[in-house]
């Protein structure tokens, strides 16, 4: 069975301040962890991928995470927020062989 | 512009109309999935297609949902005698491998 916790709904920070989006993970799958972003009115875009490679994983727009297996989480980070990143992000596992798991989001608020 | 396409962007039906809805993957990708999103959650999962083969559906896709890809390029899904439930997001992606799936802008169902 597969399941994402995101431990908060909304995470508010101010412009410049680190990012921190929390998420715990389970999965009977491949072990491969994303995380994706959702602006408003634009598609899902994956933001970085975990795929038992590196632990430390980065991605795009400043973004990174890290795969922990003995906490069984996958926090995504950012040292220094900016306006865009306001958005919907998900952590994402597997749901089976052919499809994705989705957890149900942190809206990231950056107030300037 | 070379991304997943999804026509249209938005509908609005009666109760008990039919709708369909179409989606056009990057031209390379033989993978297409099917997701539905509804307010304030994830992304879950429909369907999916390699090629033409429909090889996965959820358990969520009752009998009143029905998808298609003809020839292995643009993909259609049908929902047939709409219910007010049936109002979400509705969610295409197509990828050439597993681990990086492209979404498109969604079509947003309402059904009054």
């Known amino acids: 069975a597969q399941s994402v916790t995101q431990l908060d709904s909304h995470v508010s920070v101010s412009e410049g301040t680190p990012v921190l989006l929390r998420c715990n993970y389970s999965?009977?799958?491949?072990?491969?962890l994303f995380w994706y972003v959702q602006h408003p009115n634009k598609g899902l875009q994956l933001l970085l991928k975990?795929?038992?490679?590196?632990?430390l994983v980065k991605g795009i727009n400043g973004f990174e995470a890290e795969f922990k297996k003995s906490e069984t989480s996958f926090h995504l980070t950012k040292p220094s927020a900016h306006m865009s990143d306001a958005a919907e992000y998900f952590c994402v596992v597997p749901g089976g062989a052919n499809n994705l798991f989705f957890g149900t989001g942190t809206r990231l608020t950056v107030i300037p | 512009d070379t991304g997943v396409s999804q026509n249209p962007r938005h509908k609005i039906t009666k109760r008990g109309q039919n709708v369909t809805f179409r989606c056009d993957p990057i031209s390379e990708h033989n993978r297409l999935y099917w997701y539905r999103q509804t307010l304030g959650q994830g992304p879950e999962f429909l369907t999916y297609f390699q090629n033409e083969a429909q090889l996965e559906k959820s358990r969520l896709l009752s009998d009143r949902f029905s998808a298609e890809r003809p020839k292995g390029s643009f993909s259609t899904l049908e929902i047939q005698r709409t219910e007010q439930g049936d109002s979400a997001m509705y969610l295409c992606a197509s990828s050439s491998d597993f681990s990086q799936q492209y979404f498109g802008p969604g079509t947003r169902l309402t059904v009054t």
């Open positions: 999965s009977s799958y491949s072990p491969s």
């Open positions: 975990y795929t038992s490679a590196a632990t």
